[in-house]
């Protein structure tokens, strides 16, 4: 309802986008999207060649400085980061104070944001040393906190990092693994996991992205802006999306398995009700990272024992919906999120912990972002305008005459 002749500030006309739907608040060289043609590239490399192909700490290492590092590269920014995989002991008592039922997201960026008080001395945005080893850090740390926030929820003892491990497999082992058994990590299980967290490591300006880039603008510390990432990506229209399918497959299969009701509901707009996995902002057409997931769900699930009761009933939901019209004019497709869940839980992860591993994915995209946003010139502090649509000016009226 508002008249947008009429969009003046008080500097003047400013332009009303409400969700930043057609403005880009920065340039960037990291990742690209073509929405129609359904393409994503990490610094130019297409994702299909990426995934599967380039590991995840690869896949950081070309996000975050720009090239594929060579072999002798790549070991060295490995090992640095087996050396940083330990969490101060001080800070594994955070995760006591919580509630044995407390949601893992929260604690992670709790966790991250407590990094800062450990590290008082590397918090400087403007110093390249002190950011490298903020970056270390919090790609090594990262994987350590998410199985303590998992252990805690369980109730069993944390594992310490055993760093003759890569990231992916040292994950696993502090994870599903307990202090006095060995723990054989499961190739297939890691090399799976691996890829699914280079499909998620960065996707240019989406919502946990721009609040890294915005909280960062203030020149806040790299483990603010993460955590502050974090918070954003827990939301179910962004990274808690994984969990909301699962929840909602399970709810159909529940009711029977009755796909065609279910649709209804969703085209009939009923409160609450949305295909959740289905939509993306910028992709109109299929994205190419949903279309790999669907591709490994299949052997994965075989391999792992998942449920394949649940995949058959998502794909008789995405065959459904892409016939309907409804999907077909709105042009909305199975997003990245839609097949993971299940891959998740064949591999043993509780559905809560589904966003936290779409942050462990997504580390590398954030920190890459918030150091190309401080290394720009052109940054300035994010302040978005307003269209003011509030009172005109009245006068105080004193408590007592009220
Ligand atoms: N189910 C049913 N209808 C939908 C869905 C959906 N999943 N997504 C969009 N629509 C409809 C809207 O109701 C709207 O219909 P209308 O034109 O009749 O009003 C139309 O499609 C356009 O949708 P918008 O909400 O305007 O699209 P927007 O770009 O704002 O939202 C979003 C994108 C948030 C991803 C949306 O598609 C959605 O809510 N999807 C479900 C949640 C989800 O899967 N999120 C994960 C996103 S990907 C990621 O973060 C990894």
């Known amino acids: 309802g508002i008249d947008t002749s009429k969009l003046l500030s008080t500097t003047g006309r400013v332009a009303l986008d409400i969700g930043f739907v057609n403005t880009a608040a920065c340039t960037s060289a990291i990742t690209y999207i073509d929405g129609d043609a359904g393409i994503l590239r990490y610094r130019g490399y297409p994702i299909d060649q990426l995934a599967g192909k380039a590991s995840f700490v690869e896949v950081s290492y070309l996000l975050i400085y720009g090239e594929l590092p060579t072999a002798d590269q790549l070991a060295e920014f490995d090992s640095r980061l087996r050396r940083h995989t330990l969490l101060h002991e001080d800070l594994k008592q955070f995760f006591r104070g919580f509630p044995r039922d407390a949601h893992p997201m929260p604690v992670l960026s709790s966790a991250v944001s407590a990094l800062s008080t450990f590290y008082q001395d590397s918090l400087d945005p403007f110093d390249e040393r002190q950011v490298e080893i903020s970056t270390l850090r919090l790609l090594a740390k990262l994987p350590t906190i998410a199985a303590y926030a998992y252990k805690k929820s369980v109730g069993q003892p944390f594992l310490y990092p055993d760093n003759s491990l890569g990231l992916t497999e040292n994950f696993l082992r502090m994870t599903f693994g ?225």
């Open 178 to 402: 307990f202090p006095a058994e060995p723990y054989e990590v499961d190739p297939d299980l890691a090399a799976a996991l691996d890829m699914l967290f280079v499909l998620h490591a960065d996707h240019e300006q989406n919502c946990s992205t721009s609040t890294v880039r915005l909280v960062g603008s203030s020149q806040a510390n790299l483990f603010a802006s993460i955590s502050a990432g974090i918070n954003a990506l827990f939301g179910p229209l962004h990274g808690g999306a994984n969990q909301s399918v699962l929840e909602m497959l399970e709810s159909i299969q529940r009711e029977g398995g009755d796909i065609p009701s279910f649709v209804k509901r969703v085209k009939n707009k009923e409160p609450g009700v949305k295909l959740m996995g289905f939509g993306h902002r910028v992709y109109k057409n299929y994205d190419p990272r949903a279309a790999i997931v669907k591709q490994t769900a299949d052997t994965v699930l075989d391999k792992l024992g998942g449920d394949n009761e649940l995949l058959d009933l998502a794909r008789q939901l995405e065959e459904i919906a892409l016939s309907d019209d409804y999907f077909v004019e709105r042009k909305l497709y199975p997003n990245v999120d839609f097949y993971t869940g299940l891959i998740y839980r064949a591999m043993g992860f509780p559905t809560r912990m589904f966003t936290v591993l779409f942050a462990l994915g997504r580390l590398p995209g954030w920190i890459a972002q918030w150091r190309e946003m401080i290394n720009d010139p052109a940054t300035k502090i994010g302040r978005p305008r307003q269209v003011y649509t509030g009172a005109t000016e009245r006068s105080f009226v004193p408590l007592s005459e009220r």
